[in-house]
């Protein structure tokens, strides 16, 4: 079945930094749809972004990422982080359009220090 | 904004009890999906349904039972409660656009199982 390999525990990072988090996955399908889904403390999980298309740069809220397909990888990045960038990234793949089910990965925690 | 409530939000339970987590959704959304959330698994999809009074299998279902009565509702039953259910429980809906439609988490039921 579908699977998604995220930087696992904890990054800690410094105000101003850059960020990226890496994803990559594996899927039978050819089209996948890749996602990173944000949860803040004590909140519910929200969609950062999502893509389809190879190779071309999504971006949203100052985040990025570029699904490569040829390298099934779908890495979130950011020039500089913020303290409110402090939350739990998940990395998701939708393999097909049955059911839009979502196969996850475990989350990174991310931890922006000042 | 997609509007997504469960309830109650937080719950203790004993070994053995009968526990349903109910969702309701305002968005007319055709899919909604019951998660759990666990540190270092991520969100697993026990359950999820693209129309009333049908429901399909998710990744993780043993154990669980769902119930899809109308478009606006889903719960999740927990007949025999265990202590490895204790979980965050999150409801989510999504439209069906044909692929990648994002989805909706509600606020998530805080469940103990003692």
């Known amino acids: 079945g579908d699977s998604v390999t995220q930087t696992e525990g904890l990054v800690t990072l410094t105000e101003g930094l850059p960020v990226m988090l890496n994803c990559t996955y594996q899927?039978?399908?050819?089209?996948?749809?890749l996602f990173w889904y944000v949860q803040h403390l004590n909140e519910s999980p929200r969609l950062l972004l999502k893509?389809?298309?190879?190779?071309k740069r999504t971006e949203h809220q100052g985040f990025h990422a570029t699904l490569h397909k040829s390298s099934s990888s779908f890495h979130l990045q950011k020039s500089s982080a913020q303290l409110s960038d402090s939350a739990l990234y998940y990395c998701?793949?939708?393999?097909?359009?049955?059911?839009?089910?979502?196969?996850f990965g475990i989350g990174t925690r991310v931890l922006v220090r000042p | 904004e997609a509007a997504v409530t469960q309830s109650p939000r937080s719950k203790v339970a004993v070994t053995g009890g009968k526990v349903t987590l109910s969702c309701h959704q305002t968005?007319?959304?055709?899919?909604m999906y019951w998660y759990r959330q666990d540190t270092g698994h991520g969100l697993r999809l026990i359950h999820y349904?693209?129309?009333?009074?049908s429901t399909e299998k998710g990744d993780i279902p043993d154990g669980y039972k769902a119930s899809r009565p109308s478009q606006e509702n889903f719960s999740l039953i927990l007949e025999l409660a265990s202590l490895s259910q204790t979980a965050v429980y999150f409801c989510?809906?999504?439209?069906?656009w044909g692929g990648g439609d994002t989805q909706y988490f509600g606020p998530g039921t805080r469940l103990l199982v003692l």
């Open positions: 989510a809906s999504s439209p069906d």
């Open positions: 899927t039978i399908y050819s089209n996948p749809f």
């Open positions: 893509s389809f298309t190879d190779n």
């Open positions: 998701a793949l939708s393999g097909n359009s049955a059911g839009n089910k979502l196969t």
């Open positions: 968005n007319n959304h055709d899919y």
């Open positions: 349904s693209y129309v009333a009074d």
